[in-house]
């Protein structure tokens, strides 16, 4: 199938399978790895990208229903060399290690954050509900969220 | 001012913040190119024997480049146990062909030309199984009735029993017996399973791997593909978590290698989030008696453990578990007499590997529980208890009845401030408030004061300064979230005055650094960054003399200045050398290389967890976790505080959420994220961490292993939280986890008493 898609500012048009998964579109066709892959059931959330400016499990969508959509990952996110609050946060307040739920993490945050741009910890903890994280303990996740709120 | 100590953001961030990291998976790298993707066929029952495998309508199948079964691989040797001292009679094929042991056991390898083609073709691959009986309990196991490997003649894999002393507790008031389950629990790393090989026309086998030690995987490739040493070259990209789990590499890795060679190309894998909590392995697997023994002041006399470890199908490093597990018996504790016995026996499950703390979780996990159970019965308070059993502040260093020998320690004062922070009283106070009006829902208090064993052996490193001033550090440990990149720099700045952002960390490449041992255990800081020091004061004296040759000066008048960066005479600040300058005029490359060996460390702390339980419901809400954490002195706060956290929380949720779990027909029951509980943000609270920093004489930095202590006391002290609130109720004990289904029913069992 033919399909037309912005991702992370520029317009491109692919011929996919209609079963192509939007990560695989993005990992494969895109060549944009940092989306990652973690489980098979949309519960961890690694693959957590905005369309058009919400997130979503790209997992969970195939490539086809992002037409004419468009698409931020986590390469997208920094404009002109300088990083986006929630990365600038995730940094100082050490809210990652491996690295591997990050960019998926990020983009929940920023996406927490456009909705609610001031909440508490308790409503940080259950919006990142849907991102798993094995290393953190989610402590300075948190932090680096309540930072960049503010 | 020394940057040791100081809280440093991570200089490895930016990379995964913007474009993420590198992992297997997403490695383009052109001697990949036109690689085949491997796709598992696995067992679908636990125990059966193959009759037959049809692999033609795969083979018929869109993209398929090759089916291999069991009969392709004539020419490797089994996989034997993972470590010595297993039964050598226990081996594993590389696809089975026979039988099967384990749901999620290989038993076909599809290669395809893309991911979705091996989905498709690995469901047209057709096994027929002739069910047998299944094992999946070890009390089963144990009776030798059924056995996994009948030329074994036995399920046990490995005996550590010197015999009981009946006398053990001969003397005491009061004896309580328990048996306590240390549940199975999936290290779930983030990132799963995988790998991608290619042969080159020079012979070599280029591995990139997801694992904490690099060249250990290259070993383990020789020795099971039958390759000359030197045949091996092992990349370790980016690394999505490990947790013990990626130690060593699996069959599934090394496998991989047979089939690029069969194939005569590329290949790749990656495993599904399914496949890895069915095949990838499990962690802890303890089934545990413990007895425990003293005088109603309070006195503990006597203890024994018994084990018995589930080593899952096939001997992984899960049949040593019980090794560290004995060594630790005692714990913290100073008790007359201390016994303990194990066994390992395998089982038709996945097999059990190692998951931080591996051995040690399960050690103290039962001495705390079995000392909550002692107060429980004298009606004596468990911080009372403890405080009188522990070990005093200049018993250091001190060797146990076990044969281990803590290095340094002060467990009363660790106790005396994660009480104090907590606000022990208070808490104890607003219990009994509760208890006393009949409050739905109680606080439970719970506790464990810890000791663990971390390190021992060696490690090297090599630094190199190039003529822009900045430095490679080559490091035979291998971070996948631990921050070496920052660390190690640190410690090489600390010494040299090269800024830490000028210094890049190589790890994991077998090439480039052919020597090392990985990082696990919580064994990198103590003896790889000692290692990096090392290299760095080397390196120091070297270009010392090079600089003073080159400024025609004695070397006893050159000083570094560290803060400049920059080597100067002694009363001439003119004449002096950077390191760039140095580096661009030495007539050999600026170098230097070091090494550091020593015995283990002996790292410690105290946890308090508080709970709600919400007696109607039987839901459990953790509300309060305050640790003290002692891993002797601290290079980076920022890095050792992360480390706490990830740690507490996995203990934590072990005791609160996640299990592994099978049916009676050998059925794994939690197969997704959706069915195994795994730990997310709400479940927790944020971490309340108290600092303490008691040196360890054993290796210059002062500094013991941090990566797996949270884990070891969080476990305990909420387990041991959820008995407390339930105590009014005359619950001791509840095996973890504490689902809302098991609380209830304890509750509702005294209702009914």
Known sequence: MELTMTVNGQTRADEVEPRLLLVHYLRDACGLTGTNVGCDTSSCGACTVLLDGESVKSCTVLAVQAEGAAVTTIEGLATDGVLHPVQQAFQQEHGLQCGYCTPGMVLACVSLLAENPSPTEAEVRHGLEGNLCRCTGYHNIVRAVLRAAQ | ?753
């Open chain 2, 1 to 753: 001012m020394s940057i040791l100590g100081n809280r440093v953001v991570r200089v490895e961030d930016p990379k995964f913040l913007t474009t993420g990291g590198v992992y297997v998976d997403d490695v383009r790298d052109p001697r990949l190119a036109g690689a085949g993707w491997v796709t598992y066929v696995r067992s679908s029952l636990a125990a059966a024997r193959i009759t037959g495998i049809d692999t033609s309508a795969a083979l018929d199948s869109p993209g398929v480049l090759a089916v291999y079964t069991g009969a392709d691989v004539d020419d490797l040797e089994p996989i034997p146990p993972e470590v010595n001292g297993l039964n050598p009679t226990m081996l594993r094929p590389w696809l089975a062909h026979d039988v099967v042991r384990f749901v999620g056991e290989p038993v076909a390898a599809v290669v395809t030309v893309n991911r979705y083609q091996g989905e498709d073709a690995a469901e047209l691959v057709s096994v027929d199984y002739e069910p047998m009986p299944v094992v999946v309990r070890t009390a089963d196991a144990l009776r030798d009735e059924v056995l996994l490997f009948p030329d074994a003649g036995t399920n046990v894999a490995l005996r550590l029993d010197d015999g009981l002393d009946e006398t053990l507790f001969a003397d005491c008031e009061v004896v309580l017996t328990a048996d306590i389950v240390n549940s199975k629990v999936a290290p779930a790393p983030l990132e799963a399973r995988a790998a991608a090989c290619a042969w080159g026309n020079d012979g070599r086998l280029t591995f990139w791997a997801t694992t904490q030690n690099a060249q250990d995987s290259r070993d383990q490739l020789v020795e099971q593909l039958g390759l000359a040493p030197g045949a091996v070259h092992v990349i370790t990209p980016d690394v999505g978590g490990g947790f013990g789990a990626k130690f060593g590499l699996s069959p599934e890795d090394a496998f991989l290698g047979w089939i690029a060679r069969r194939l005569g190309r590329p290949v790749r894998w990656a495993e599904t989030r399914s496949e890895s909590l069915t095949a990838m392995g499990h962690g802890r697997a303890q089934e545990q008696t413990v007895t425990i023994g003293g005088r109603r002041d309070g006195t503990v006399l006597a203890y024994r453990l018994e084990i018995r470890q589930d080593v899952g199908a096939y001997p992984r490093m899960g049949g040593m578990l019980p090794e560290l597990t004995r060594l630790m018996t005692s714990g913290v504790y100073d008790i007359a007499r201390v016994e303990s016995r194990a066994v390992s026996v395998v089982t038709n499950t996945a097999p059990t590997i190692a998951y931080r703390g591996a051995g040690r979780p399960e050690a103290t996990a039962a001495i705390e529980r079995a000392v909550d159970l002692f107060a429980a019965e004298i009606g004596m308070d468990p911080a009372a208890v403890r405080r009188r059993t522990l070990l005093p502040a200049d018993a250091f260093p001190y060797t146990t009845a076990g044969g281990a020998t803590y290095d340094s320690g002060d467990y009363a004062t660790a106790l005396d401030r994660v009480l104090a922070a907590a606000g022990y009283t208070e808490l104890r106070a607003e219990q009994a408030r509760r208890r006393a009006a009949g409050d739905p829902v109680q606080l439970g208090i719970g506790l464990s004061v810890y000791v663990e064993v971390t390190g021992s052996g060696d490690e090297v490193a090599r630094i190199v300064v190039h003529a822009d001033g900045g430095a490679t550090v080559h490091t035979g440990t291998s971070p996948h979230g631990q921050g070496h990149a920052t660390s190690w720099a640190m410690i090489a700045s600390e010494h040299t005055g090269i800024p830490h952002e000028r210094i890049t960390v190589l790890h994991g490449d077998t090439d480039e650094v052919p020597v090392g041992g990985g990082t696990g255990g919580s064994r990198s800081l103590q003896l790889g960054g000692a290692a990096v020091g090392e290299a760095a004061l080397t390196l120091v004296e070297s270009a010392r003399k090079t600089a003073a040759d080159l400024l025609e000066a004695d070397p006893g008048d050159l000083v570094l200045d560290r803060g400049a960066g920059r080597f100067t005479v002694a009363g001439d600040p003119g004449a002096g050398l950077t390191w760039a300058q140095l580096a661009a005029a030495a007539p050999e490359p600026l170098a230097a290389a070091g090494a550091f060996a020593a015995e283990a460390t002996y790292p410690f702390g105290a946890h308090v967890a508080v709970v709600e339980v919400d007696t109607e419901s039987g839901q459990v809400r953790l509300t309060r976790m305050i640790t003290v954490d002692d891993a002797g002195r601290v290079l980076n706060p920022l890095i050792v505080e992360g480390q706490r956290h990830g740690g507490i929380a996995q203990g934590a949720a072990q005791a609160l959420l996640e299990e592994v779990r099978y049916d009676d027909d050998g059925n794994p029951l939690t197969t997704t994220f959706a069915d195994y509980a795994i730990v997310s943000a709400p479940d927790l609270p944020s971490f309340e961490l108290v600092a303490m920093e008691t040196p360890t004489p054993l290796n210059p930095l002062g500094a013991k292993g941090i990566g797996e202590a949270g884990t070891i006391g969080s476990t305990p002290a909420v387990q041991n939280a959820v008995v407390d609130a339930l105590a009014p109720f005359g619950v001791r004990h509840l095996d973890m986890p504490a689902s809302p289904e098991r609380v209830w029913r304890a509750v509702q069992n005294a209702a009914e008493r």
